[in-house]
């Protein structure tokens, strides 16, 4: 598994480079987010911090960002940056992620979903640590379509990388999460759902 995620992510990196415009894609994100001034907000798989300038951007510098991500190299090139006193970067685990129940506005996982050791159970920890109507984001830079296309390169099965619709929303309902969206597009997916 740990050799198919790596194969995947060489291939899909080496081609969203070349074909995907990175920032408005962030943008759109935070946007479907509904990111409000004063939130909290987790940024799983922060990596080196790219979508928090959108989130602080939409926030206006009010509220808190915490990113997380088990990379130290990407996130010494994000604290780099030099964020706001607002954003705090931690090396940590979502699936062992303990910060108190309801700490969360938003959580957001942006192109991390096929790197999740147990789904089920990040998951969960994500809707522990969310508010009552709190919502998690699970997005990804292409959609299912695209991302088919780069994996027979790669000679893996594409349902152990990234889950079907039909799994995702499975999985989300399963956790307990309401009103759930879906956005599939050839370019861009994401969901969108709910703490009851």
Known sequence: MAIEQKLFSDAFSARLSVSLDATNRLQRVVQLARIEPGMNVLD???????????????MQAQGHICGIDLSIQSLRTAMEMRFPACVRLLDADIHDLDHIDGS????????????????????ANIYRMLTPGGMVIV??????????????????????????????????????????????????????AKRS
């Open 44 to 58: 799983v798989g922060t990596g080196t911090g790219s979508l928090i300038p959108p989130l602080l951007e939409r």
């Open 104 to 123: 969360y506005h938003r959580v957001i996982c942006h192109t991390v979903i096929h790197q999740l050791r147990d789904r089920a159970a990040a998951l």
């Open 139 to 192: 997005s990804h830079s292409v959609g299912w379509e695209r991302v088919h296309n780069i994996t027979p390169c790669c000679h893996i099965e594409f349902e152990h990388i990234l889950p079907s619709d039909a799994q995702m929303r499975e999985l989300l309902e399963q956790t307990g999460f309401v009103s759930i969206e879906t956005i599939n597009e050839p370019e861009f997916r994401l969901y969108r």
